[in-house]
Nanobody, 123 residues
Framework: EVQLVESGGGLVQAGGSLRLSCVAS????????IGWFRQAPGKEREAVSC????????NYLDSATGRFTISGDSAKNTVYLQMNNLKTEDTAVYYC????????????????WGQGTQVTVSS
């Protein structure tokens, strides 16, 4: 069974940084797009960023441009989301998800999800 496990969330002050990790197991890592999503209380889940060997990396969140960077380490089957200059509005549960071949900004396009990691940004 495919597994995705996120880590790296926590409480940080505005302006601070966090690096989230998503470890993927039990599937051919290089054949999947791995996306980061987030969901704030009372809001819909939204796409943040995604990377795949087929179409590179994609940023879906305008507010994260210049602050969030997605990267991967195929040797570790891990995708990272480096988040800098965090803002209170970045507070959410962050999820990683996987789908075959290509990235997508649509939640419904992904087949596998991690359990999520909480990011809380205080003012």
């Amino acid at each position: 069974e495919v597994q995705l496990v996120e880590s790296g969330g926590g409480l940080v002050q505005a302006g601070g940084s966090l690096r989230l990790s998503c470890v993927a197991s039990r599937f051919p890592f290089g054949r999947y797009g791995i996306g980061w999503f987030r969901q704030a209380p009372g809001k819909e889940r939204e796409a943040v960023s995604c990377m795949s060997t087929r179409d590179g990396w994609n940023n879906y969140l305008d507010s994260a441009t210049g602050r969030f960077t997605i990267s991967g380490d195929s040797a570790k089957n891990t995708v990272y989301l480096q988040m800098n200059n965090l803002k209170t509005e970045d507070t959410a549960v962050y999820y990683c998800a996987a789908r075959r071949d290509f990235c997508s900004a649509y939640v419904s396009a992904y087949d596998y999800w991690g359990q999520g990691t909480q990011v809380t940004v205080s003012s």
